[in-house]
């Protein structure tokens, strides 16, 4: 039982330090500010995009369905540029593993962290970062753990991320309530979505490396393993942020159509 626990909490060490190092690489991190802008401002007039940026776009009543529209392009733009990085990772072969399934991992995780960042401004997040992206908090860190176990449909983390959504709607200040994150209430179902985002990430460690073992087919298998896992799992954690409380206020709101502005 111990050997088993303690390889257990190795393979979660290692899963993480890739979050954390997927977290760090440069074009990681999403400016929250000018991405609602860039996304929003087709579709709605200048006011109401001022208004999503300083506050939310609920606040700002921005229609659900345009917001699922925009989620889902920005999912298949995240998953196209994961899927072609790793069908070019997979087309050396099984010789090459050691160096290309490492860095295949850290890029799958880099852009699991963009789509995150992206699906969560849509649905009135925060910003999840505090500076510039290069270094992550404790908060920051252990709210992308809760986002990523939703995704890979880890036990704990939908209602965890719904209690999150919960206090920050409570807040005068919208911001991550960083205690509850690291030292409150949310903090030990962090500690075991955790655990099983390493159980199921070395289940898809496996599945990557099995693919690029042929060159060339290689490619082709990783990067479709890439496509088919990451877009299922980036619209189960859609759905879920388009129904929680910081989402449905938009309900309350009537303004204006997904048509683009002219």
Request: contains cysteine; proline residues 5%; aromatic residues 4%.
């Amino acid at each position: 039982m111990g050997d088993s626990t303690m390889v257990q909490e190795s393979v979660n060490d290692r899963v993480l330090t890739v979050l954390v190092a997927a977290a760090k690489m440069p074009g990681v991190h999403i400016d929250r500010v000018k991405y609602l802008r860039a996304s929003l401002q087709r579709y709605c007039d200048a006011g109401q995009v001022e208004l999503a940026v300083v506050e939310s776009p609920a606040a700002a009543g921005v229609p659900h369905a345009l917001l699922d529209t925009l989620a889902g392009n920005s999912i298949r733009r995240e998953v196209g540029k994961s899927a072609v990085l790793s069908a070019a990772a997979g087309m050396p072969g099984a010789l090459a593993m050691p160096f290309t399934l490492p860095l295949d991992m850290t890029q799958y995780v880099g852009h699991m962290v963009r789509i995150v960042q992206k699906l969560a401004y849509l649905y009135s997040w925060p910003d999840l970062f505090e500076s510039d992206g290069q270094d992550v908090d404790d908060a920051t860190f252990n709210v992308l753990i809760l986002f990523m176990g939703v995704m890979l449909g880890a036990q704990g983390a939908t209602s965890s991320v719904g209690k999150v959504s919960s206090m920050i709607a409570e807040q005068l200040v919208k911001t991550l309530p960083r205690r509850a994150l690291t030292k409150g209430t949310i903090y030990p179902l962090v500690k075991k979505v955790a655990s099983l985002i390493g159980v199921k990430m070395t289940e898809g460690i496996f599945a990557k490396g099995v693919g690029k073992a042929i060159p060339v087919i290689g490619g082709l298998v990783s990067g479709g393993i890439t496509a088919g896992t990451l877009t299922p799992m980036s619209h189960k954690l859609r759905k879920h942020l388009a129904s929680l409380d910081l989402a449905q206020q938009t309900r309350n709101h009537d303004y204006s159509t997904n048509e683009p502005m002219q």
